[in-house]
């Protein structure tokens, strides 16, 4: 037993605020993840033109149904809305400028949207610097994001039914 050493820490980043600002400039990243980047910010650079294309549905739910889907099955078997609820409508109004209805549509659509907004000119950013640019630890950092959706997802369904 050395008593003389120093005390280790742990700098994997295994909290928020070091998988988000990390001391270096992020986890560098091979050929194959920086083609996967940019093929996912064209993923949804298009799905943001699709929902520029599609016209909110007014009651503020059921714009996917202008694609062909069918109605909500949990709204239409229990009366009640399902989580996803407004989802598309909510991007609807959000590539408009409308935010206030945007939230109201599905507050987690008006996140996710802000969060796949930004994740498009991260994705370059990462891809010009070969490094996954201020994200050193890409597991945890994910793991927040989608604890964060999840959440809001399921707050907001709740305060639905609620209310």
């Not at 037993?1 to 990390?22: E, Q």
């Amino acid at each position: 037993m050395n008593f003389n050493s120093k005390p280790t820490t742990n700098s994997t980043g295994d909290n928020l605020f070091s998988a988000l600002f990390p001391s270096s400039p992020g986890q560098p990243i091979g050929w194959k993840m920086q083609l996967l980047l940019i093929g996912w910010s064209l993923f949804l650079i298009a799905g943001f033109s699709v929902a520029i294309q599609t016209k909110p549905d007014p009651r503020g739910f059921g714009t996917h149904q202008r694609f062909g889907f069918a109605p909500c099955v949990i709204r239409n078997q229990l009366s009640i809305p399902c989580p996803s609820c407004g989802m598309t409508t909510s991007f609807s109004h959000f590539v408009r400028g409308q935010i206030r209805q945007s939230a109201q549509a599905n507050t987690s659509g008006l996140v996710l949207a802000i969060v796949c907004l930004v994740m498009i000119p991260w994705s370059w950013i990462s891809v010009y610097h070969k490094r996954l640019w201020l994200v050193s630890n890409p597991e945890v950092c994910l793991l927040w994001l989608m604890c964060g959706l999840v959440l809001i997802t399921v707050t907001e369904w709740a305060l639905r039914l609620t209310f």
